[in-house]
Structures are given as structure tokens and as C-alpha cells.
């Protein structure tokens, strides 16, 4: 056995830690604009809609899901850092187009389309950094590692919209740079930030970020990403080949974790608009706490489950994590009598108006208190008479809203780390970066089909089809989780070279 010297292993971490800020600042990519996307399209270019809006908002998980396999396939064959620092290049150059897409005189929206797909295109970066971290870590390390690196893009999905409201002061105005065609507003300062953050991580990347790479028990050997940094290390006996069926049974329940959630953060407006007729302003404004309150519960989760892991085991771990997301999709399911209050509306050539009088927003003894702008008219609230379960389906009281809420924050980050952590292990030191991307690739697929289902399912048949099928699915990934349950183990002690 060789011992790591103190000097390799503050260089490993310090590189690790590199790791997380880019996964961080990705997930700040993401969310730093998500809630302005809408007012600034409208803005730029009023021939968008809604659902070109949802193609704008997919296009992100597109872009990723086509990058993510393509830089792991990078990253098995070359240095890190050179997939690392192109990925980063294209986010920061995608935030400056962002930043610009008003300067053109037409097709406005094309150009916001293509500049949130190309940021999603740099985020396919996320493989190259799990795929990092899993052969920079030895296994003892390696749930710790992963739990941090999720916790670091749980917080900048929390901060990017934190960093979006202290950016609102600036205005809707604010100041144009008429020699650079800039202008620098509430819409345009966000991106503009995220593209500074995106080059100072590219300065530490070159300055700090050096190839490592350990084998389960912690000794350094030399790969195929090795730039000639470190020449005191050892082969690695590779020999064995990979369970493929469990790298796909991974793959599956991933896909499954993150559709689950995308399901739940999409239909949180919709569904507290119809049940407690909130208004849009209102939804937002509650459910952007919720979100944030969660997001809190997840790094707190990230962290505990990392000493948790150690007692009980990763898979015992996942097989808890989706218990709870079923019973928390279980406890959405409508139980009671009371139905919601009705939207009821004059409907004119199958359309229905964005404001409606007063007078025809819903009976009198359901009207909530309404501050009426000057042109005495108001947005509709309650559930729309145009779903026509909202006629026959009891309504989900707040409290059933809540527990989920709580229970879902509980039970996904669990998931997460677990499903990636076990990953990792499953591969052990085969190179990491093509199945970390196709990893990647099935989540972001999960994300852009997740509001699909909602938009079809929920829409159509209701909250009580729609959690009905979720809760199918979960059950049928515990099932899945069943039968590969004895295979889910580390390539090592797969290949009797360390003991579980």
C-alpha cells in the first residue's frame, strides 16, 4: 500500500472542491433568470407565447442532455480541464448572447431560445464533474463527496432566483451603454453576472484544478486524463467487467427520481391556483417560498445522510428515499368532499379572456376579497369550468399540500445522492465520464418529459389520475429496485477486492 502524502491529498481536495463550484455555478445558470424569463420574452419579442415559452424553458435540459455524453466521452480520453474549460466558455458566451437578444430587429425570440439552449449545452459539464469526483475519491469518501457536490447545486438553484430579486432594483430601464448596444436591467444583469462568476471559475480551473485519481482504498494510480501531473503513482488493476444491468437499473431509477420532481415543482402553480384560488401573482410569490424552504430541508438532508450512509448502507438508504416520495405523492391524492371553488367565465369562440369582469368570476359567496385595478376588471381565480373534473374532484386541503411538500423535500434529495453515490461505485475505476453523461442525460430527459405529463395528465384528468400514475411509477421503481438490489454493490467488493 502506498500512503497518500499530505501535499497530494490537499491538492486532491482543493480540486474537488473546484468541482463543486462548478456545479454550483451551473445550477446558478439555471435558476438565475428562470424567474424572469416570461416578462423579458413578452418584452423582446410580443409575438411569443406561452408554449414557446415551455420550449424556452426545456431547452436548457436539451441542450444538456445532448452535451452531457459527448463531454464525458471527452473527459475518458483527455485532461479534464480541457472539456471543463470549453463548457464553461459556452455558458459565458450564451449569457452575453442572452444579454443582447433585444438588439435584433426580429425573430427575438430564436435568439433567447438559442441562448438558453446553449447555456443547458455548458452545463453537460455536470457529467465530467461527477465523473471527477467519483474517481478522485476513495468509497469511504465517496458518499460524502457526492452529498456535497448535490448540496452545492441545491444552493444554486436556491440562490439563483435570491440573486434574480436583488437584481429587480435595477429596473426595467435602467442604464444602456449606447456604445457597447448593452442594456444593463433587471433582465440582462443576472446573465451578465452569471458570465463573471462562469470566467473566475475558468481562472481557478487553470490555477488550482489538477488531475487525481484514486483507486476504492484511497491510492493514487495514473489514468488516461493524467496531464504528467504526478509521477509517484501505481497501475491500477482494472480486470472485471462492469454490471450492466445495473448501471441500467441505476439509470432507470434516476430517471424516475427526477420526472417525479419535475412533475411536482411544475404542477405546485397550476394545483394551488385551482385549489385555493390563488391568484398567479400569489402562487408565485407562496410556492417560491415553499421551493425555497425545501431547497433548505434538501442541503440540511444532503448533509445528514452522509453520516446515515455509514450505518445503514446507500441502497437501504434509496429504498427509504423512494418510500417517502410515494407516501408523499399518496398523501396528494384528493380524499375529502369539498370541492374547489369554480372558475366560472364567459367562454367566447372556445377561448377564454386573461381578465374577466368581476361579476362573472364566480359566485358571490366564493369571491375572494379582489383589489380591482382602474379598468374594473380582475384575474380569474379558482379551478376553471373548462377542466372538467374540477366539477367532480374534492379538493386537496393546504394541510395534505404541505405534508407533501415536506415529505417530497425529504425523500428526492435522499434519492439523489444515493443513486449517484451507488453509480459510482457500480462503475468503480473503469473510466466514468460516458456513463456519468448518460446519467446526466436521463435526468435532463426527465425534466423536459415531467412537464409534458403534467400539462397532458393533469390538465385533462385531473390531480387524482395524475398522482395516481406518479405513485404507479414509484411503486414500480421500488419493484425494480427489488430485483437488482443484490447487484447494486461496488466493483470492488464485486470482485472480492475489499469486503461491503
Not at 473527459?75 to 471543463?84: A, C, I, T
Not at 425529504?410 to 445522492?417: D, H, I, R, S, T
Request: net charge neutral.
Amino acid at each position: 500500500d502506498v500512503v497518500e502524502s499530505q501535499e497530494h491529498y490537499k491538492s486532491r481536495w482543493r480540486s474537488i472542491w473546484i468541482m463543486y463550484l462548478t456545479m454550483f455555478l451551473s445550477s446558478v445558470g439555471f435558476s438565475i433568470v428562470i424567474m424572469s424569463v416570461w416578462p423579458y420574452l413578452q418584452k423582446i419579442d410580443p409575438t411569443a407565447d406561452a408554449s414557446f415559452l415551455g420550449w424556452i424553458i426545456a431547452s436548457y435540459s436539451i441542450g444538456q442532455m445532448v452535451a452531457s455524453p459527448l463531454f464525458g466521452l471527452w473527459s475518458n480520453h483527455r485532461p479534464r480541464r480541457e472539456p471543463l474549460v470549453i463548457s464553461t466558455a459556452i455558458s459565458v458566451a450564451a449569457n452575453c448572447l442572452y444579454a443582447y437578444v433585444h438588439v435584433p430587429h426580429g425573430h427575438n425570440k430564436y435568439y433567447m431560445l438559442t441562448a438558453r439552449a446553449l447555456v443547458g449545452f455548458g452545463a453537460g459539464n455536470v457529467a465530467v464533474v461527477r465523473s471527477y469526483i467519483a474517481g478522485a475519491t476513495s468509497l469511504t469518501e465517496r458518499t460524502s463527496a457526492m452529498a456535497n457536490t448535490s448540496a452545492c447545486q441545491a444552493v444554486g438553484f436556491i440562490l439563483g432566483p435570491v440573486f434574480q430579486t436583488c437584481f429587480t432594483l435595477i429596473g426595467e430601464e435602467g442604464v444602456t451603454w449606447k456604445f457597447l448596444c448593452l442594456q444593463l436591467n433587471m433582465y440582462t444583469t443576472p446573465v451578465l453576472f452569471g458570465a463573471l462568476l462562469g470566467v473566475i471559475n475558468i481562472i481557478l480551473i487553470f490555477a488550482i484544478f489538477r488531475e487525481h485519481r484514486v483507486d476504492d482504498m484511497g491510492r493514487q494510480y495514473k489514468s488516461i486524463n493524467s496531464d504528467g501531473e504526478g509521477s509517484d503513482v501505481l497501475d491500477q488493476n482494472t480486470e472485471g467487467s462492469i454490471d450492466h444491468v445495473a448501471v441500467v437499473a441505476l439509470n432507470v431509477l434516476f430517471f424516475v427520481i427526477l420526472f417525479v420532481f419535475a412533475v411536482f415543482e411544475t404542477i405546485a402553480t397550476p394545483l394551488t391556483m385551482d385549489m385555493y384560488s390563488w391568484t398567479r401573482k400569489e402562487a408565485v410569490f407562496y410556492n417560491g417560498i415553499i421551493l425555497s424552504v425545501i431547497g433548505i430541508e434538501s442541503v440540511i438532508v444532503f448533509m445528514v445522510v452522509k453520516t446515515l450512509s455509514k450505518k445503514t448502507g446507500e441502497r437501504a438508504i434509496l429504498h427509504a428515499g423512494l418510500l417517502i416520495v410515494l407516501v408523499g405523492f399518496f398523501i396528494l391524492l384528493p380524499w375529502g368532499k369539498k370541492l374547489p371553488n369554480i372558475q366560472w367565465q364567459e367562454i367566447k369562440n372556445n377561448s377564454i379572456p386573461r381578465t374577466a369582469p368581476s361579476e362573472m368570476l364566480a359566485p358571490f359567496w366564493s369571491l375572494p376579497e379582489l383589489q380591482l385595478p382602474s379598468n374594473h376588471t380582475a384575474e380569474p381565480v379558482g379551478c376553471p369550468v373548462t377542466q372538467s373534473w374540477c366539477l367532480n374532484t374534492p379538493m386537496i386541503y393546504l394541510a395534505q399540500y404541505i405534508s407533501s411538500d415536506v415529505l417530497i423535500g425529504l425523500g428526492y434529495p435522499v434519492c439523489n445522492v444515493m443513486s449517484y453515490t451507488l453509480y459510482s461505485k457500480v462503475l468503480g475505476p473503469k473510466p466514468q465520464g460516458v456513463y456519468m453523461g448518460w446519467l446526466t442525460a436521463s435526468g435532463s430527459g426527465a425534466r423536459i418529459l415531467g412537464p409534458v405529463f403534467v400539462s397532458q395528465i393533469y390538465t385533462h384528468l385531473g390531480p387524482r389520475w395524475a398522482f395516481s400514475l406518479i405513485c404507479g411509477v414509484v411503486v414500480a421503481s421500488l419493484l425494480l429496485l427489488e430485483i437488482v438490489y443484490k447487484r447494486l454493490i461496488a466493483f470492488s467488493v464485486r470482485y472480492g477486492r475489499m469486503q461491503e
